[in-house]
């Protein structure tokens, strides 16, 4: 097989020597050599077609057949002409649960880090932080915080400590997309790396796209002032390189993180509780009170946060039951489980 051309023109969307290679490799197995086949990065998924970063530049291409895995954006493809034929095996997938069903939900592909985005114009909430994390770490990539909105807040710091010590093992970044405050730290998190930013709508992470692009190239909106809800300015995922290197991955808000994860992400995601677990009595405690129990033990001497514990709790039974519903014998169980209990509840309504 004749050299493959270095394709540097794509090196601001992460190209390098691991895509070359695996670009060869799918070379290889198409049989036909490398004749025609160049890379190309998804950019932004429009339905039927995705905008792909190509060597010559960006284009949208149709999906004319389909390819297993399905493109998200992302994911290097292998094109030839205007087909894209493969999909580059990926380092990294977010997924979540998608909503009002038990499917999963590509966000990201080959993602480094997750920036979990909180507005500093209403509450951060610990249970929403726990959840994205898990998804994070479950996808193989690096969960941190980003404090958005710091200038409308008397004391962003003292905020900015609370959130550390909530969530232990977390990169904790406030930021200003008015002042600038905290985006040169954002800047050297992304460089040469691949970050996806995930928050609810009016977060601010529109704004700070344009900030940290340079540019306005993200619609902004504005928020309610009743509750700092605001509206879906961002209505599909797209990448952007960085002026300093690294790409940066916005996407719409979210209004629910259903888990879509394993128990070892939600381990990973309270590693504290999984330490302290280790001087458990028993190894299958399950943290209710049974004997010789390090956690609640910490618990009750101050060392760990009743909500950081109920907050493991949960999120422990619903990757339980994620698991259980994954595999279709469980599945099968676990369906007519709950057959026979909305069965029993309606007899019970009907004596009543």
């Not at 190509?54 to 949208?60: Q, S, V, Y």
């Not at 291409?61 to 493809?77: E, F, I, N, S, T």
């Not at 209403?122 to 990539?141: F, I, M, S, Y």
Request: aromatic share 4%; charged share 25%.
């Amino acid at each position: 097989m004749r050299h493959l051309v270095a394709f540097d023109s794509l090196a601001p969307f992460g190209w390098n020597d691991r895509w070359a290679a695996l670009l060869a490799a799918a070379a290889e197995g198409g049989g036909g050599g490398d004749a025609g086949l160049v890379p190309g990065r998804v950019v932004r998924h429009d339905g039927a077609g995705v905008v792909v970063a190509l060597p010559e530049g960006a284009r949208t291409l149709m999906l004319a057949r389909p390819l297993d895995p399905a493109p998200a954006v992302g994911d290097w493809l292998a094109v030839v002409g205007d087909l894209p034929v493969a999909v580059l095996p990926r380092t990294s997938l977010l997924t979540r649960r998608s909503a009002g069903s038990e499917t999963p939900q590509a966000l990201a592909a080959n993602v480094d880090a997750v920036l979990i985005v909180c507005g500093l114009d209403r509450p951060v909430k610990a249970g929403r932080v726990d959840r994205v994390a898990t998804l994070a770490w479950d996808a193989g990539a690096v969960p941190a915080v980003v404090l958005t909105k710091a200038d409308l807040v008397g004391d962003a710091d003292s905020v900015l400590e609370a959130v550390a010590a909530a969530h232990p093992g977390l990169d904790v970044v406030a930021t200003s997309a008015t002042t600038g405050a905290g985006l040169e730290d954002l800047r050297a998190l992304a460089a040469g790396r691949t970050v996806v930013l995930v928050g609810e709508s009016g977060a601010g992470k529109s704004s700070l796209t344009n900030a940290l692009l340079g540019a306005e190239v993200m619609a902004t909106g504005a928020v309610r002032s009743g509750d700092a809800k605001g509206r879906h300015t961002t209505t599909s995922r797209e990448a952007h390189p960085l002026p300093g290197g690294g790409v940066l991955v916005d996407t719409p808000g979210l209004r629910a993180v259903g888990l879509w994860a394993d128990r070892d992400a939600v381990a990973a995601t309270f590693d504290d509780i999984d330490d302290l677990a280790a001087a458990c009595r028993f190894g299958d405690c399950a943290h209710g009170g049974e004997p010789g129990c390090a956690v609640t033990a910490a618990v009750v001497a101050g060392a760990l946060a009743p909500e950081r514990l109920e907050g493991w709790r949960a999120l422990e039974r619903e990757a339980e039951a994620a698991e259980r519903r994954a595999q279709p014998h469980l599945q099968r169980a676990y369906g007519r489980r709950f057959s026979r209990l909305a069965k029993d509840a309606q007899r019970r309504k009907g004596r009543d």
